[in-house]
T-cell receptor, first 114, second 116 residues
């Protein structure tokens, strides 16, 4: 009965590779997010989708491309990985009803670029 | 510019003592405020939120937060700390700019250590 799940949990890869992280939520939420948490635990919003439509697109290198095939899924594809991409990436979701709703976070994907 | 400040990187408290984790904010208009907790190697979990109404908001795990408009603060409190409360705590405020109402502005986090 996992609410927000991410795969993989750990990802170790070489510089220059392309990788994807997948996120799924079974909460029926309309909005999904990608966050990056660096080694100092700073949390930064990257993208948000509402019903498959991109609504937040922060200043992120265009090597990062989100894709939402349906409102329950939001994937993150990263091209040409760099050392600075090493971080924990969190997916989150929130419902559409009202405008002030809490976000539900996945367990995170720890990406290590060597 | 809108912002959230958590002035303490770390808070240490003895088990059984009251704890406070501080948060101040700067937004235009009435703020919508949140507290989240992150246990080691886990995702963030929602604790509580303030939208309107009573300035004292009660949340999960015995936590509460007090909204103070004049001081633009939303401090997190618990009357009696547990060792299991040791975690990283984030304060956040909803972005009030038009078109950004799904975006939260996050503080940098405060690490709480409860000593037995």
């Amino acid at each position: 009965d996992t609410a927000v799940s991410q795969t993989p949990k750990y990802l170790v890869t070489q510089m220059g590779n392309d990788k994807s992280i997948k996120c799924e939520q079974n909460l029926g939420h309309d909005t999904m997010y990608w966050y990056k948490q660096d080694s100092k635990k700073f949390l930064k919003i990257m993208f948000s989708y509402n019903n498959k439509e991109l609504i937040i697109n922060e200043t992120v290198p265009n090597r990062f491309s989100p894709k939402s095939p349906d409102k329950a899924h939001l994937n993150l594809h990263i091209n040409s990985l760099e050392l600075g991409d090493s971080a924990v990436y969190f997916c989150a979701s929130s419902p559409l009803r009202g405008l002030v709703n809490e976000q539900f976070f996945g367990p995170g994907t720890r990406l290590t670029v060597l | 510019a809108q912002s959230v400040a958590q002035p303490e990187d770390q808070v240490n408290v003895a088990e059984g003592n009251p704890l406070t984790v501080k948060c101040t904010y700067s937004v235009s208009g009435n703020p919508y405020l949140f507290w989240y907790v992150q246990y080691p190697n886990r995702g963030l979990q929602f604790l509580l939120k303030y939208i309107t109404g009573d300035n004292l908001v009660k949340g999960s795990y015995g936590f509460e937060a007090e909204f103070n408009k004049s001081q633009t603060s939303f401090h997190l409190k618990k009357p009696s700390a547990l060792v299991s409360d040791s975690a990283l705590y984030f304060c956040a405020v909803r972005d009030m700019n038009a078109g950004n109402n799904r975006k939260l502005i996050w503080g940098l986090g405060t690490s709480l250590a409860v000593n037995p």
